[in-house]
């Protein structure tokens, strides 16, 4: 499958931004980690601002810098949100006070659990009435995202963003499921090669390949340890800008290839 890369939108541990984390992921420039700020949802009102949760605003932040950076609106901007499990602070809230006495959820923290809430804030705050996937693919929940968005662009012969995001749980789920920093990556993709920077060819293997790792040995932990951030080698060989192959772990063994060549 083919399809072409107009943007990208990132943030994570020492990574602030695409245009700001280029340098660093080509090898460019050392990498410091340091913690991630996401910025506060200006585009929402302020009612529904109050409501959002860390991995709302970053699926929000992520989503509008890709479109900040292809100079685009979002009206007709197909979109796949993507995380490992969406907001776990929420869950830790919810599962409190079902252990409790009372046992009584509140209507905000119920309405921000369902998997699509990121999608439904991302409506009410550009606004857009494109259509909008949600997924949920465990450790493997960044490349699903990106298969399904590249997939509906070429059939839909239309954009389509992909928004990938993991934040940690706090204990005691941080136990049972360890996720490592906080990690956003967008990815604007798009059927024509028409004012994009990168072409991409994915595939699914034939065969298992062994997985593309980061050279830099935090940057490398960060890739294992967080769900979104199995993107990395991807962004890496996109900051390069050189035609290169990466493979990218799937479901049940498989692995999903992608080549990455550079376009003037």
């Known amino acids: 499958m083919r399809t072409y890369l107009r943007a990208v939108g990132l943030l994570g541990p020492g990574l602030p931004g695409w245009a700001a984390s280029a340098a660093i992921l080509s090898g460019k420039t050392p990498y410091t980690p340091s913690a991630v700020v996401v910025p506060p949802p200006e585009a929402l009102p302020p009612a529904e601002r109050r409501r959002t949760g860390p991995p709302i605003k970053l699926a929000l932040a992520i989503g509008l810098e ?5 100079g685009h609106s979002a009206a007709d901007v197909a979109t796949v949100f993507t995380s490992s499990g969406g ?5 830790h809230d919810i599962c409190q006070s079902l252990a409790g006495a009372e046992r009584d959820i509140s209507p905000t923290r119920f309405h921000n659990s369902v998997h699509n809430a990121a999608a439904g804030y991302w409506g009410i ?4 009435h494109a259509a909008s996937t949600s997924l949920c693919g465990h450790d493997w929940s960044f490349i699903a995202g990106l298969l399904e968005a590249c997939a509906q662009s070429v059939t839909a012969q239309g954009q389509a963003l992909m928004i990938s995001y993991d934040l940690p749980y706090p204990e005691p789920l941080n136990r ?3 996720i490592v920093g906080t990690m956003g990556v967008a990815l604007l993709v798009q059927p024509d090669p028409v004012a994009a920077f990168a072409q991409l060819e994915l595939r699914i293997e034939a065969a298992p390949q062994p ?4 050279t830099v040995s935090e940057l490398e932990a960060l890739r294992g340890g967080n769900p979104t951030a199995r993107a990395l080698p991807l962004l890496s060989a996109l900051a390069e800008g050189s035609d290169k192959r990466i ?6 063994g498989q692995t999903v290839s992608v080549r990455v060549s550079p376009r003037a």
């Open 211 to 214: 997985a593309t790792t980061m």
């Open 247 to 252: 493979f990218l772990e799937y479901f049940a």
């Open 66 to 70: 890709a479109l900040a950076q292809a």
């Open 176 to 178: 049972v499921r360890p």
């Open 125 to 128: 705050a550009l606004p857009s």
């Open 87 to 91: 907001d776990g602070q929420i869950i």
